[in-house]
C-alpha cells in the first residue's frame, strides 16, 4: 500500500514512509429536531463532509545517523514532511490523497484539507502525529 498526499498541480507530493495500521474515514448526518404540538420530528438534512483520521509516525533520518526502517516506504526526512505538512494547513491548500493498494489499484483519490495535525516526538526522535484529513470538494468551471 502508498499513501501520497500531494497539491492538486502535483508540484509537491509527500509519500507516507510508514503505512499507518489503521485509517478510519468517518461521515455523519446533520439533523434537527422539529417541536409540534405532539411529537418531535427528526428532520434529517445532508451528510457533511468525510474525515480521515491518521495516527503513526514519521521517521527523522536526520537526527540519528544511520537509522532506518526497513519496512520504510520513502526516505525523506520526517522533519521535512512535518514542516510541508505545517505550511499546507497554515495556507489552507486544496490537496489530494491518493492511497494505492499493493498490486496498484487505486482505493482512495480524493481531493482533502488539513483540518487537524498534531505532532510530538517519541523517545528515538520519530515525529509521531495525528491527521485529520477533511473531504475537499473541488470545483471546476465556476
Do not use: C
Not at 509516525?57 to 545517523?65: H, L, S, T, Y
Amino acid at each position: 500500500m502508498n499513501i501520497t498526499l500531494s497539491t492538486l498541480d502535483r508540484k509537491l507530493v509527500v509519500t507516507f514512509p510508514i503505512i499507518p495500521v489503521d485509517m478510519e474515514w468517518s461521515r455523519s448526518t446533520k439533523s434537527s429536531v422539529l417541536s409540534t404540538l405532539k411529537q418531535d420530528i427528526d428532520m434529517m438534512e445532508n451528510h457533511e463532509l468525510r474525515k480521515l483520521n491518521i495516527k503513526s509516525f514519521f521517521p527523522d533520518n536526520g537526527r540519528i545517523a544511520g537509522k532506518k526502517y526497513s519496512f520504510q516506504k520513502d526516505k525523506t526526512s520526517g522533519r521535512r514532511i512535518v514542516e510541508i505538512l505545517n505550511w499546507w494547513q497554515d495556507q489552507k491548500t486544496a490537496l489530494r490523497l491518493v492511497v494505492t493498494a499493493k498490486d496498484g489499484r487505486t482505493l482512495v483519490n480524493h481531493g482533502v484539507k488539513i483540518i487537524e495535525f498534531a505532532k510530538g516526538l517519541d523517545k528515538v526522535s520519530d515525529y509521531t502525529y495525528t491527521l485529520v484529513l477533511q473531504e475537499h470538494i473541488v470545483l471546476r468551471g465556476i
